[in-house]
């Protein structure tokens, strides 16, 4: 698949993590902003999972299945809208850890994406 895609995924999954990390420990709530940067990860999240089925759809084949890569895919896509509704319910700055949670695990997906795929 497409490893810049996947770096920068990542990247900015834990940059979001850092951010939503320290409003918490400013005891602060997720904002605006971070809803923001978390449609900005949602984003990409998008694109990489377009990219994934479109390279699929081709004919490549992931080293560990096509069964498991589209459940990563759909997964890492789903990680960070799912933990920015629960930062609704929660408005304390446990909402802010929600979500930093959020972006650490779509940066391990990351990892787990590159490794199914053969990187």
């Given at each position: 698949m497409l490893?810049?895609?996947?770096?920068?995924?990542?990247?900015?999954?834990?940059?979001?993590?850092?951010?939503?990390?320290?409003?918490?420990y400013r005891d602060q709530p997720t904002k605006d902003w971070h809803f923001i940067g978390m449609a900005v990860v949602s984003v990409l999240a998008l694109?990489?999972?377009?990219?994934?089925i479109v390279h699929v759809a081709r004919?490549?084949?992931?080293?560990?299945g096509t069964t498991i890569f589209v459940a990563y895919l759909l997964g890492a896509f789903?990680?960070?809208p799912a933990a920015g509704c629960m930062s609704l319910g929660e408005r304390t700055r446990w909402g802010s850890?929600?979500?930093?949670?959020?972006?650490?695990?779509?940066?391990v997906l990351q990892v787990r994406l590159h490794d199914?795929?053969?990187g």
């Open positions: 490893d810049v895609l996947t770096l920068v995924t990542g990247v900015a999954a834990l940059l979001l993590a850092a951010w939503c990390g320290w409003a918490a694109v990489q999972l377009v990219v994934g004919g490549e084949e992931p080293a560990q789903s990680c960070v850890v929600t979500v930093a949670a959020g972006g650490v695990v779509l940066a199914i795929w053969g």
